[in-house]
């Protein structure tokens, strides 16, 4: 039975079909679509990124009904500084507003919150509340959520060389020391495993310059739906999806009675 005909049969609890075992530890989502949904509906933008953080709240707490440990979200790129003023601030109004409203909720729920990326441009009260939301949670186990803020994967390996460039000048590590190990522990998402599934909605495909290291073999799925509409069902069909996958890490399955040389051609 194909794929899409087990989603339509089992379309009231897809919970029903997914195997617990093989849930991705790390979930990865780039929330594309916000603006694009409110002007379809003749909305101001704002009403898309309004809808847009209900939408990830209803996520977080599917990402932890389902055993999911880790939560990465792309809410702020660097990039993003393009955008009109008017927009850009109110963004980072919102990023205020929704912190002081739901940390204590997140909380309660046993919930780390983590912001990544680089936050000395943000305003001073922004910067205050997420250090005292990062320092409420601190010492949650429960589930990571990883807000992306002011963020690209670019600019993460950038940072990243240079620090290792200076310790090296500074004699603190030898330059034949430098591996992906010693790389991976100065990222902005050290302690965490690298995602397995990247999920971004509204039907576009690229990663926009997002978790350019860590992506390197996570399975992509790509959603048509903008994030506003997107929920706790489409999740699941991404998860249904991902474990349909055959992850081979660069490797290959072998079939039965598959060779290598076929002795036809051999000389």
Request: hydrophobic fraction near 35%; aromatic fraction near 8%; glycine fraction near 6%.
């Amino acid at each position: 039975m194909s794929l899409e005909k087990i989603i339509f049969e089992k379309n009231n609890d897809l919970s029903k079909i997914i195997d617990k075992k093989k849930v991705p530890e790390h979930v990865a989502i780039i929330m594309d679509g916000n603006g694009r949904w409110a002007t379809k509906k003749g909305l101001p933008r704002s009403y898309g990124h309004n809808k847009g953080v209900n939408v990830l709240k209803e996520i977080i707490k599917a990402s932890k009904k389902l055993g999911c440990r880790v939560l990465t979200v792309y809410a702020f790129s660097t990039e993003n500084w393009s955008r009109p003023k008017k927009e850009v601030d109110f963004l980072l109004d919102l990023f205020s507003k929704v912190l002081k409203r739901e940390i204590e909720e997140i909380h309660q729920e046993l919930i780390k919150i983590k912001f990544i990326g680089d936050l000395t441009p943000l305003t001073e009260n922004l910067k205050e509340i997420i250090c005292s939301s990062e320092s409420l949670t601190k010492h949650n186990k429960n589930f990571l959520l990883n807000i992306c803020v002011n963020y690209g994967g670019r600019q993460e390996i950038v940072k990243v060389a240079k620090e290792l460039a200076l310790k090296s000048s500074l004699g603190e590590i030898k330059p034949s020391e430098v591996n992906e190990e010693l790389f991976n522990s100065e990222l902005l998402t050290q302690g965490s495993k690298d995602p397995e599934l990247l999920i971004r909605t509204s039907g576009e495909k690229r990663i926009s310059n997002f978790l350019l290291w860590q992506l390197a073999y996570s399975e992509i799925y790509i959603s048509d739906v903008l994030w506003p509409d997107f929920n706790e069902f489409e999740f699941l069909k991404a998860i249904i999806d991902y474990q349909s996958r055959n992850r081979r890490f660069g490797g290959i399955e072998s079939l039965p009675n598959e060779s290598f040389e076929d002795s036809r051609y051999s000389s």
